[in-house]
């Protein structure tokens, strides 16, 4: 049964659709994807690729979570990442110490860019479509958030807002209001990073599996789940045959992102893979030019250069000591975004 799935996916990880862009230097991420913990722990989304139009109720652990969709059907993992990408965004701001708010105002080329999408007008057409199933699919819950249980009834976000240019008929602006439950775990800090190839991750289930994986074994070197388990987690509402062949295809491909998989019988054997090869090299810190500190004071006037960068090379560190092909273009770019921050203020 895994040859025949590994058959139909001879490619397991979608292509990166922007190869040429640099993540450090374009305003898109300078958030690292995060995920809030919640709905990594428990099965809010749908893995189907086709209209889901199921009210799913779950319980473990004296949590309970009655999912109800719209008549666009239920959220979609794949939907998720408009979460993500707000997600990060917010905690990037609270980092470089700025105030949060629950409403964001961001631009759809970059959202799209950021995690891997399309960005030709399909692409703009289902990233529509998302928001509508996150605004229309109402979750009731007991979930623990920010130190409180809640019982209520919300959307996954409260409300959404696209500015559509004229001229090509693309979106170009979108506001959106993030629900209280989300905006309060993102407060809490109750986010874990996630793996940028979580954007390249092809099939619902593999995604799902991941953010569990990464949620419970964490920077553990190895945890062990029943299968049963496992796909109770997942809210897979596949056969127990179909799960295991799927759950082989992942050990055959050994493609998901940070952790290796094993089935042992009917246990799943997730082994960190930071504990099976050598650290990477750390690169040493990039050089730049005595000039390059005269123009970041012009774009970042009233700002301490030195501060930021620091607070630049420490962001070039958490980003995995990536190649800078302009070191003096990326440390500017970065003062830039920091000096209109600054001004808006």
Known sequence: MSRSLAAASA????????????FFVCDVLDAIPKDDMASMEHPIFSLATRPDTRVLRYEQGGTTIEIAPSVR??????????????????IAKMNGGEAPNRTLHITAYDLLVSTNRETSGDGYRRLKEAFERLRGTSITTN???????ITEGFGLID????????????MANVRVTLSEWMYQAVLGREVLTLHRDYFRLRKPLE??????????????????????????????????????????????????PDYAVTLDDDTVVFRN????????????????????????????????????EQEWRSF???????????PDAAFIAFCRRRGSAFSAT
């Open 273 to 308: 893979r930071s504990f099976e090869k050598p650290a990477p090299q750390i690169r040493s810190f990039p050089v730049l030019d005595t000039e390059t500190f005269h123009d970041a004071r012009t774009v970042a006037s009233g700002l301490d250069i030195y501060a930021l």
């Open 207 to 256: 995604r799902r599996v991941y953010e569990i994986a990464r949620k419970h074994c964490g920077k553990q070197r190895q945890w062990r789940v029943g299968l049963d388990v496992l796909q109770n987690k997942c809210g897979s509402k596949s056969t127990t045959r179909l799960f295991r062949a799927r759950v082989r295809a992942l050990v055959e491909f050994d493609h998901l």
């Open 11 to 22: 490619q397991p990880l979608l292509p990166v659709r922007h190869p040429n862009q640099d």
């Open 143 to 149: 979930i623990k958030t920010g130190g409180e249980t």
């Open 159 to 170: 409300s959404w807002r696209i500015v559509r240019q004229t001229d090509s008929g693309r």
């Open 73 to 90: 059907g239920l959220a979609t993992i794949h939907d998720k990442d408009i979460l993500i990408y707000c997600i990060s965004q917010l």
């Open 316 to 326: 070039w560190a958490d980003s995995g000591y990536p190649v800078l092909h302009d």
